[in-house]
């Protein structure tokens, strides 16, 4: 898959053992906008989340926007746009390196919709089904978010709005 940009913050030393995640994101669009998780405190999320043992992209796609959005992806829609590598010292473990490969992907989705399966942590946060242009997402986000390392989204959606991405 096209490495989209690589998001090295070089905040770590090279004798840190790493831990490595995947994750896969799903880009829905419908009349110029795109579908987010939105916080409570107005912060945008790309839909999606960790690979599971075991599981493809796909079957991580179905299941998550189906959690997050209450949407069901149309498997033969799906067509990847690229991956963001992200490096950097682990926020919650400042005893390794956290290395991040998070996968995007278009896709379309049914209409029928079903209520959210959100995480404690995400029905903490106030997260909710929300629709906004990816120029609006991106000003949001900027203004919002004071850490560094949350923006990946915001990136991914920047590019989206600059043109830079065939999807």
Request: charged share 35%.
């Amino acid at each position: 898959m096209k490495k989209l940009l690589v998001l090295d913050y070089q905040d770590y030393t090279g004798d840190l053992p790493v831990y490595e995640k995947h994750t896969v994101r799903a880009v829905i669009r419908r009349d110029g906008k795109l579908a987010m998780q939105q916080s409570r405190s107005g912060e945008y999320k790309i839909l999606g989340g960790v690979i599971e043992a075991g599981e493809s992209h796909l079957t991580t796609i179905l299941r998550e926007v189906e959690e997050e959005a209450g949407m069901f992806v149309k498997p033969e829609s799906l067509k990847a746009i690229g991956v963001i590598e992200e490096k950097r010292l682990d926020v919650f473990h400042k005893d390794r390196v956290y290395h991040c490969l998070t996968y995007f992907y278009s896709c379309d989705v049914e209409e029928r919709m079903v209520p959210l399966k959100l995480t404690a942590c995400e029905v903490a946060k106030g997260y909710k089904l929300a629709w906004a242009t990816p120029e609006h997402i991106v000003e949001t986000n900027r203004r919002l978010i004071k850490e560094k390392w949350k923006l990946r989204d915001t990136e991914f959606v920047n590019l989206l709005a600059e043109g830079k991405l065939n999807d």
